[in-house]
Nanobody, 123 residues
Framework: QVQVAESGGGLVQAGGSLRLSCAASGRTLILYVMAWFRQAPGKEREFVAA????????YYADSVKGRFTISRDNAKNTLYLQMNSLKADDTAVYYC????????????????WGQGTQVTVSS
């Protein structure tokens, strides 16, 4: 089992930056894909970015490619999401998740979720 907990959300102006953190504990993370999803009010939860912990391979949604960067700190068992050039459309609750890697972008294949952190981008 894996426990994950997000932090780092907040209010930022359009064009600004935020960095989210996800502290992970439990089973060895090398077995997992770690990802960020987000959910805006009235919308489905959507994939943002993912990272295969063992190889460091990364994946991004087209909507954030070139603006967001997912990374990890092995020593701290922490996943990060650096978000630059933020837009009002990025406003959502952001969730960290751990999955077995069968599907990178489908939330159904992620077994462990954090409680979420709110990101609000003012225009």
């Amino acid at each position: 089992q894996v426990q994950v907990a997000e932090s780092g959300g907040g209010l930022v102006q359009a064009g600004g930056s935020l960095r989210l953190s996800c502290a992970a504990s439990g089973r060895t993370l090398i077995l997992y894909v770690m990802a960020w999803f987000r959910q805006a009010p009235g919308k489905e939860r959507e994939f943002v970015a993912a990272l295969r912990w063992s190889e460091g391979m990364t994946y991004y949604a087209d909507s954030v490619k070139g603006r967001f960067t997912i990374s990890r700190d092995n020593a701290k068992n922490t996943l990060y999401l650096q978000m630059n050039s933020l837009k009002a459309d990025d406003t959502a609750v952001y969730y960290c998740a751990a999955g077995n890697g069968v599907s990178i972008t489908s939330s159904a294949w992620y077994d462990y979720w954090g409680q979420g952190t709110q990101v609000t981008v003012s225009s």
